[in-house]
C-alpha cells in the first residue's frame, strides 16, 4: 500500500483570545490517500474548516497556538517556513471555498487571475499561462471560455464564478483539493453540476478531495470515506455506509433524526436538543455528553477513545458495542 | 380556479374558500435609463402572471431557484410590493389597493417570518422590545399588558421568558430565529409568510424551528406559506407544493403527488439534483443534470420559458407556452407539453442492519 497523501497526527490548534483559550480543534488524526475523496460533516463551530486551513497553512501562528503534525507526502507542514509552505501551496493543495464572489478578485479578469496562479508557481510566458487559463475553463465547462477569461467575476453568475475557481485551483494539477462548503450557496440544480464536475476532475486528475460540507446529502452521494467532527475532534468515522446504516455515536445518530430525507419520510423530526458547546469551557468527559440522551455517569468523566468498531468505522462513545447496536436497530434506523 | 381544488390532505381539511388567493399576479420591476429624465427601457418580470390559493390551515411549500421570483411573490401576497397587475384577495376580500388604516389591519392578518436571524432583527434593541414592537405599533393590548403577553410569546416559542431584556447578539442562530416567530405571532396572525426560515441554521438546529413551526400550527391553527429552496424541507412542512420557474408556477399539487410522480422536467430535474442522505438511495436515483444557468427575467425565452434547459423540449415547447393543466391525481396540475412519466427517486430499500458485515 502506498504511504498515505495526508497524514494528520494529534493536530490541535487553539487560539488564545481576551476570553479564553479557544480549542477549535483538538486532537484531529486522520489520513487521506491518493485519489480518495474524504467528506467532513460538521456543524459550524465543529473545527472542519480551522483543521483544513491550517493543512493549507492559513493559519498564522502569531495568532494561534498549533500543535502536532501535519505530514503531506511525508513533509511535516506544520514545521515548514512560509517560503516552503507557497511553494506547496496551490501546486500540491489547492483550495476552493464557500462564497466564489469573495474569493474572486473583483478588479481583474478571471482569466487573469487564472494564469496569475499559474506564473507563481512556473517559470513560463505570460502569454502561455493566458491559454492555459483559457484551456482550464474549457475543462469546467464554461462555454466560450476564451471570451469569458476576458471577463470580470461579476460578469459571472455563482455557478460559473465557483468554476472558475475549481478551474484556478486544479489549473496547476494538484494532489489534494480542499473544498471548504464548494456548493453551500448555490441552488441545488448548479451545486449537482459542480459537484459532478468535481467528481468528472478527480477522476480525471486523480486528485484527493476532502469535502468539508455540513450537508449529510452531499455527503451520501460523494464521499468514500467519512469523518464527523464535533467540538474540534472526529466523533466517527467509517465509509458512507458505515455511517449511514450503521452509525455508532449518538450525535451522527441526532444528525440523522434531525433532517428531513427524501425517501424516509418522517412525521416528526427529532432535534438534537440543546446548542452545540463553547469551545472556551468544553463540557469534561465526552464533550456531547451534555446534548447526549445516552448520557450515563461515566460520560460526564472521562472523554471516550476513538475506537474501532470493525475496519475504519471508529467511533467515540462509552456505550457498549451490543447497547449501541440495539439503539440503532430499534430507534435510530426505525425512525430515519 | 377548479383545476387547484384538491382532495383534503390528511389531518387538514381544506375547507371553501382559500385564506389568500393569487390571481394572474404579476409584478415587474422597471430598468430605466438615464439621470435626469428617467425613462423606463425593460423590465425585470419577477412574477410574470401566478395563480395561487392557500386554504386554511395547510401549509403551501414554493420553491425554486434562486431568482424565480418566490420571494417577490410572498411580498407582493403580504402587500410588501405593489402588484403590476392581478388580484390579491385574502379571506376573500380584494385587498390589491388597500390602503392606510386598512392596510394596517391587514397586516395583523399576516405576518412574515425572514431568512437571516442576524439580518431581521435590530441589535441595538432589546428582545422585549423587538416582539413587542407589533403588539405597540398596533395597539392590540394596553402598554401595561405588553410585557406579560410579550413573555407570554416568548414562553410560547421556547425562549426564556426571563431574558426579555437580553439583546439579539446574546442569542444563538436558533434562539434568534425563534425570537423572529414569536414577533411574527404577536398580532395573532392567519397566515404566516416563511421566507427561508431555516436556511441559515444549522442542521441539528433546523429540526427544533421545523418542528416548532409544525406545533404552533396545530396549536394556532395557522396557515403557512413557505417559502425555501431545500426540496427535503419542502416535502416535511408542506401539505402542497408549488414549484417556480422564471416567475411563473410549472407546477403544483399534493406534495406525495408533485414528489412521487413529478410531471414537469423541471421538477423531475430539481429532484434529481436533491441530494439524498442515504448512499443507497442517492446511487438508484435517475440523475438529470441540467446545463446552464436560469435565464434572464429581463427577456425570458419564448414558448415555453423552461425550453433552453429541458431535456425533453421540442420544437413545439419554443413557440407555444404551455398552460397549467391537470396530470396525474386530483389537484396536480403542470405547465409542460411533454410531461413525464418516470419516478426519479424509487422508494427506500429495505435495509436491514444485521446484513450489513
Redesign the interface.
Same mark, same amino acid.
Given at each position: 500500500m502506498p504511504d498515505p497523501l495526508l497524514e494528520v497526527k494529534d493536530l490541535k490548534v487553539h487560539f488564545p483570545t481576551e476570553d479564553g483559550l479557544v480549542k477549535a480543534v483538538d486532537g484531529l488524526s486522520f489520513t487521506l490517500k491518493a485519489g480518495e475523496t474524504l467528506g467532513v460533516v460538521g456543524?459550524?463551530g465543529s473545527g472542519k474548516s480551522v483543521s483544513f486551513l491550517t493543512v493549507m497553512g492559513l493559519i498564522g501562528r502569531k495568532s494561534a497556538i498549533i500543535e502536532g503534525e501535519v505530514l503531506f507526502q511525508g513533509q511535516d507542514l506544520v514545521q515548514m517556513t512560509n517560503e516552503e509552505l507557497r511553494e506547496i501551496r496551490g501546486a500540491k493543495i489547492a483550495m476552493i471555498f464557500q462564497d466564489p464572489m469573495t474569493s474572486l478578485h473583483p478588479f481583474y479578469k478571471v482569466g487573469d487571475q487564472i494564469a496569475e496562479m499559474i506564473l507563481a508557481h512556473e517559470d513560463i510566458p505570460k502569454k502561455e499561462a493566458g491559454q492555459r487559463a483559457v484551456e482550464m475553463l474549457r475543462r469546467v465547462n464554461i462555454p466560450q471560455p476564451d471570451e469569458r477569461a476576458e471577463q470580470y467575476p461579476h460578469e459571472f453568475?455563482?455557478?460559473?464564478r465557483q468554476r472558475a475557481m475549481i478551474a484556478m485551483a486544479l489549473s496547476l494539477n494538484p494532489d489534494l483539493l480542499i473544498a471548504d462548503e464548494p456548493t453551500t450557496a448555490l441552488? =441545488?440544480? =448548479?451545486?449537482?453540476?459542480i459537484? &459532478?464536475l468535481i467528481d468528472r476532475l478527480q477522476s480525471e486528475f486523480n486528485t484527493a478531495v476532502a469535502l468539508i460540507t455540513?450537508? /449529510?446529502?452531499?455527503v451520501?452521494?460523494y464521499c468514500d470515506q467519512i469523518q464527523v467532527m464535533y467540538a474540534g475532534r472526529i466523533v466517527e468515522e467509517g465509509t458512507?455506509?458505515d455511517i449511514?446504516?450503521?452509525p455508532m455515536m449518538p450525535y451522527t445518530w441526532? /444528525? +440523522?433524526?434531525?433532517?428531513?430525507?427524501? &425517501?424516509? #419520510? /418522517?412525521d416528526?423530526?427529532?432535534?438534537?436538543s440543546g446548542?452545540?458547546p463553547s469551545l472556551i469551557f468544553l463540557p469534561d468527559g465526552c464533550t456531547f455528553s451534555p446534548r447526549c440522551p445516552y448520557v450515563f455517569d461515566e460520560c460526564h468523566v472521562v472523554e471516550p477513545d476513538l475506537l474501532p468498531v470493525?475496519g475504519h468505522h471508529a467511533a467515540r462513545c462509552h456505550l457498549s458495542l451490543e447497547d449501541r #447496536?440495539r439503539i =440503532?436497530?430499534d430507534e435510530v +434506523?426505525a425512525t430515519t | 380556479m377548479s383545476a387547484v381544488e384538491t382532495t383534503p390532505a390528511a389531518g387538514m381539511p381544506r375547507t371553501g374558500q382559500p385564506l389568500l388567493r393569487l390571481e394572474n399576479v404579476v409584478k415587474h420591476f422597471p430598468i430605466t435609463s438615464g439621470i435626469v429624465f428617467q425613462k423606463k427601457v425593460g423590465a425585470v418580470r419577477a412574477v410574470d402572471g401566478v395563480d395561487l390559493e392557500v386554504y386554511p390551515g395547510e401549509t403551501l411549500g414554493l420553491v425554486g431557484?434562486?431568482g424565480c421570483g418566490k420571494s417577490t411573490l410572498a411580498r407582493v401576497a403580504m402587500r410588501l410590493f405593489d402588484v403590476t397587475d392581478g388580484k390579491v384577495w385574502f379571506d376573500g376580500k380584494d385587498i390589491t389597493h388597500v390602503k392606510g388604516d386598512e392596510l394596517q389591519a391587514l397586516r395583523r392578518d399576516m405576518q412574515m417570518v425572514f431568512q437571516d436571524p442576524y439580518a431581521s432583527l435590530n441589535p441595538r434593541k432589546t428582545i422585549g422590545t423587538i416582539i413587542g414592537a407589533p403588539l405597540r405599533l398596533h395597539r392590540t393590548v394596553s402598554k401595561q399588558k405588553v410585557k406579560p403577553e410579550v413573555q407570554e410569546l416568548m414562553r410560547l416559542v421556547g425562549l426564556n421568558p426571563e431574558h426579555y431584556n437580553r439583546y439579539p447578539h446574546e442569542f444563538?442562530g436558533?434562539q434568534r430565529q425563534r425570537i423572529g416567530v414569536a414577533r411574527a405571532l404577536a398580532l395573532k396572525p392567519r397566515l404566516i409568510v416563511c421566507d427561508e426560515p431555516v436556511s441559515a441554521l444549522?442542521?441539528?438546529?433546523? @429540526?427544533?424551528i421545523?418542528?416548532l413551526l409544525?406545533d404552533l400550527q396545530s396549536e394556532l391553527k395557522l396557515t403557512y406559506l413557505f417559502i425555501a429552496?431545500?426540496?427535503?424541507?419542502v416535502?416535511?412542512v408542506s401539505t402542497r407544493v408549488s414549484v417556480m420557474y422564471l416567475g411563473k408556477i410549472v407546477e403544483l399539487g399534493d406534495k406525495e403527488a408533485l414528489?412521487d410522480e413529478p410531471k414537469h422536467p423541471y421538477t423531475g430535474?430539481?429532484?434529481?439534483?436533491? *441530494?439524498?442522505?442515504?448512499?443507497h438511495? @442517492?446511487k438508484q436515483k435517475n440523475?438529470i443534470?441540467? $446545463?446552464g444557468?436560469v435565464p434572464s427575467p429581463i427577456n425570458p425565452p419564448s414558448g415555453c420559458r423552461f425550453h433552453p434547459r429541458c431535456y425533453k423540449a421540442q420544437e413545439r415547447c419554443s413557440v407555444e407556452e404551455p398552460l397549467l393543466r391537470p396530470l396525474g391525481k386530483p389537484g396536480h396540475i403542470a405547465a409542460c407539453h411533454f410531461p413525464l412519466e418516470a419516478r426519479i427517486? $424509487?422508494?427506500?430499500p429495505e435495509?436491514e *442492519? $444485521?446484513s450489513?458485515?
Open positions: 456543524e459550524s453568475s455563482g455557478g460559473m441552488d =441545488v440544480t =448548479v451545486q449537482a453540476q459537484l &459532478g455540513h450537508d /449529510l446529502g452531499v451520501a452521494e458512507a455506509d449511514y446504516y450503521r441526532g /444528525l +440523522l433524526r434531525s433532517i428531513p430525507r427524501l &425517501g424516509h #419520510e /418522517l416528526r423530526l427529532t432535534p438534537i446548542s452545540p470493525d #447496536e =440503532v436497530r +434506523l | 431557484e434562486t444563538s436558533g444549522d442542521v441539528s438546529i433546523q @429540526a427544533q421545523l418542528n409544525a429552496h431545500d426540496l427535503s424541507v416535502k416535511h414528489y430535474a430539481l429532484l434529481s439534483a436533491v *441530494p439524498i442522505a442515504d448512499p438511495l @442517492a440523475r443534470i441540467l $446545463e444557468d427517486i $424509487e422508494g427506500v435495509i *442492519p $444485521e450489513t458485515p
